[in-house]
């Protein structure tokens, strides 16, 4: 049973570049959350998303956006980059409840 | 809002010694409360969670106990191994929790000498 995938492992871009990062949750999983960890601090919530709608979202500009597809895997979106956007962006899948199951991340980094 | 304040590390313990890491919340109604391991370059995995007041989790050695009157859920282990050097998170999902992102403190970095 493979667990929460995610691509690619790393990235390097530009200013104002935009960047796509993509997700596949574990199997059976229907809803998929994503977060940002600058380094040296703990994630932070960016939105999540279910039955392909964002149903929450944490404190992100707009510039960030995502999508939810109909097999469950997801997108997350950032437009005019800044060089605070470097950071991990992990993903995250559960099926409903609270307990959510981590992607090993997307190392992106913004020269 | 909802916050999570963990101890700040690095936290330097020889093999075999006792570990406590403190971690205190803040939020309204009854949160469930986790915590989560990262090894260096790997994602987070979750290492024990707790779901309603006096719930002990434990995995691995590690146990943790939902403290409602404190507000806590220190982690604590009473013999470490070089195994267990990692990043150790603190993280809450609110009361009714499942459509909620999880809140996570910035993290304690444990570090076991042989």
């Known amino acids: 049973d493979a667990g929460v995938t995610q691509s690619p492992t790393h990235l390097i871009k530009t200013r104002g570049q935009q960047v796509t990062l993509r997700c596949s949750p574990k199997s059976g999983h229907d809803t998929v959350s994503w977060y940002q960890q600058a380094l040296g601090q703990g994630p932070q919530f960016i939105f999540q998303y279910y039955e392909e709608e964002e149903r929450q979202r944490g404190n992100f500009p707009d510039r960030f956006s995502g999508h939810q597809f109909p097999n469950y895997s997801s997108e997350l979106n950032v437009n005019a980059l800044l060089l605070g956007d470097s950071a991990l962006y992990l993903c995250?899948?559960?099926?409903?409840?609270?307990?959510?199951?981590f992607g090993p991340g997307t190392r992106l980094t913004v020269l | 809002g909802d916050s999570v304040t963990q101890m700040e590390g690095p936290v330097t313990l020889s093999e075999e010694a006792c570990l406590t890491i403190n971690c205190t919340y803040t939020a309204t109604g009854y949160p469930s409360l986790f915590w989560y391991v990262q090894y260096p370059g790997e994602g987070l995995q979750l290492l024990l969670k707790?779901?309603?007041?006096?719930d002990k989790g434990s995995n691995k050695g590690f146990e943790a106990t939902y403290r409602k009157e404190t507000t806590s859920f220190h982690l604590e282990k009473g013999s470490v191994q070089v195994s267990d050097s990692a990043v150790y998170f603190c993280?809450?999902?609110?009361?009714?929790?499942?459509?909620?992102?999880?809140?996570f403190g910035k993290g304690t970095h444990l570090i076991i000498q042989p």
């Open positions: 707790a779901t309603k007041a006096d």
């Open positions: 993280a809450l999902a609110p009361s009714g929790g499942g459509a909620d992102g999880l809140t």
């Open positions: 995250a899948s559960s099926l409903g409840g609270v307990e959510q199951f």
